[in-house]
């Protein structure tokens, strides 16, 4: 195939196995756009096949300057993803300034734009987490990493754009390619090395009555369903708008304990410990997507359950498939 489609964050955890899925397709005119600094993620590109690779600060000043060769799609992934990040100045630039400078230009040239929202953009979530349009200046999110998201999100809105381009807000992401990110790993990720070194697995109290200790649920979504759907409206150019991409089901920390205890063939032994109070105030005790409107524009595959993809990813990790 002779598409060219650009891949920014594509040395991250969802760009790598967006670019391996473009390479199953024949796909390999891609431009890696990242930022590589010092850490250990260059090791998600090595086998994958991409044309070329550009610092992302050299990638923006070519976008300002329109010196970037044409595309027929830009999947945008390149974003700070720490819930964590103190630096306000530094997300409202990564997350919002960047992703505005980038579409811009995709629309200027008539470049499809598929670009990362987050489910932390729905805060806690007190109003459901519907896709709705009309909902989405209601939001409040719970951090700044969240609150830059929903600024794109807000201005995209406001410009008419979402006539023209799709944003997906990813909710629990796990899956290979993902050890780089340290404290940000999914719980999948750091429970599998944590039951090797420990023999048990550590999660958060319940600091909410109405929540019983490992009780509070979220939206896991294995990384080969996050690509599937971004990969979608990259090919269905007509269409557009904001969607949750989530399973549409809600599972307890409990339950994904007890799915890689099973993975790894071993008696489930959990311990809970107290939440830091930094988190205490911005923790989401439930996330749960509607994937309605995902449905209704035509995304059909099928989600793996959670005991499913825990089971192929654990088990990629026992084999040392994956990082």
Not at 80 to 89: D, I, L, M, R, W
């Amino acid at each position: 195939m002779n598409e060219r489609v650009i891949v920014t964050g594509g040395a991250g955890f969802i760009g790598s196995n967006v670019i391996a899925a473009l390479n199953e397709r024949g796909i390999v005119d891609i431009l890696v756009v990242d930022d590589l600094g010092t850490d250990e993620k260059w090791r998600n590109l090595v086998g994958l096949d991409y044309e070329d690779y550009i610092d992302r600060d050299d990638f923006r000043f070519a976008i300002r300057n329109d010196a970037v060769r044409h595309a027929d799609a830009v999947i945008h992934l390149g974003a700070c993803s720490a819930t964590t990040e103190k630096n306000a100045a530094y997300l409202a630039d990564n997350n919002y300034r960047y992703s505005r400078e980038l579409c811009e230009w995709c629309i200027e040239h008539d470049v499809r734009f598929v670009y990362a929202s987050s489910a932390a953009t729905y805060g806690d979530g007190s109003l459901g987490y519907s896709d709705d349009p009309a909902l989405l200046p209601q939001l409040r999110p719970l951090n700044m990493y969240g609150y830059s998201k929903h600024m794109f999100d807000l201005w995209a809105q406001r410009k008419g754009y979402f006539d023209r381009i799709a944003g997906l807000k990813y909710f629990n992401v796990y899956g290979p390619n993902e050890a780089h990110k340290g404290d940000m790993r999914s719980v999948v990720h750091k429970a599998w090395g944590q039951i090797r070194a420990e023999g048990a697995l550590k999660l958060f109290k319940s600091h909410r009555p109405e929540f019983r200790d490992g009780e509070q649920v979220r939206d896991f979504v294995h990384v080969r369903d996050a690509v599937a759907a971004t990969l979608f409206f990259m090919d269905q150019r007509e269409v557009s708008g904001l969607f949750n991409c989530g399973a549409g089901v809600a599972r307890t920390w409990n339950d994904l304990g007890a799915a890689v205890f099973a993975a790894m063939g071993l008696p489930s032994r959990i311990e809970y410990v107290d939440m830091p109070e930094v988190l205490r105030g911005k923790y989401q005790y439930r996330t749960e997507a509607d994937v309605a409107r995902l449905r209704e524009a035509g995304f059909t595959d099928a989600f793996f359950t959670l005991e499913e993809g825990i089971a192929d990813y654990v088990g990629r990790l026992n084999r040392g498939e994956s990082p």
